[in-house]
């Protein structure tokens, strides 16, 4: 490592620097699954990949550019790779969901005004189904699950 060209960095900056540039790795990730063809479709969600051979052929030279840099910043910068982990990602993602999911319940649809009952009984027994299947997920995950069954 090269941690002398910068001996006065401090560790926010060198934090500040790492996370946003995380960032950036992860998107590419995610650029490169797509330039490789990555579609998904599931009951809401669908991914249309209409990339052209050409588009795709850029964008995995233009992340591998950006690779390059990102190696050469990290060596020079001394960054380390904190690797993600996916059980604090998907907990996370579920807290983040948890808040979306209770604000579309009849109360908090009041605010655009008000609901018909018939659409707030018909969706939050739903929704509160949805919002236990999340709570499930974050207790799997946590560090005293006991098989927790749902």
């Avoid at 960032?23 to 590419?28: G, I, P, V």
């Avoid at 850029?58 to 690797?83: C, F, N, S, W, Y």
């Avoid at 209770?102 to 929704?127: A, M, N, Q, S, W």
């Avoid at 189904?129 to 997920?137: A, G, N, P, S």
Wanted: aromatic fraction near 6%; glycine fraction near 6%.
């Amino acid at each position: 490592m090269q941690r002398e060209l910068f001996p006065n960095l401090s560790e926010s900056h060198r934090c500040s620097i790492r996370i946003t540039l995380t960032l950036l790795d992860e998107a590419l990730c995610r650029f490169a699954e797509w330039a490789q063809g990555r579609e998904v479709r599931s009951v809401l969600y669908a991914q249309e990949n209409d990339l052209s051979t050409k588009q795709r052929e850029g964008i995995l030279a233009d992340v591998g550019g950006i690779h390059q840099i990102l190696m050469e910043l990290r060596e020079t910068l001394a960054l380390e790779t904190k690797p993600q982990s996916v059980p604090r990602a998907i907990r996370a993602s579920c807290y983040i969901l948890w808040v979306n999911i209770t604000e579309i319940t009849g109360r908090y649809l009041r605010g655009h005004g008000e609901p018909p009952k018939e659409l707030v009984e018909y969706l939050d027994p739903k929704l509160h189904r949805i919002l236990e299947y999340l709570d499930h997920i974050k207790r799997l995950l946590s560090d005293d699950f006991k098989g927790l069954e749902i």
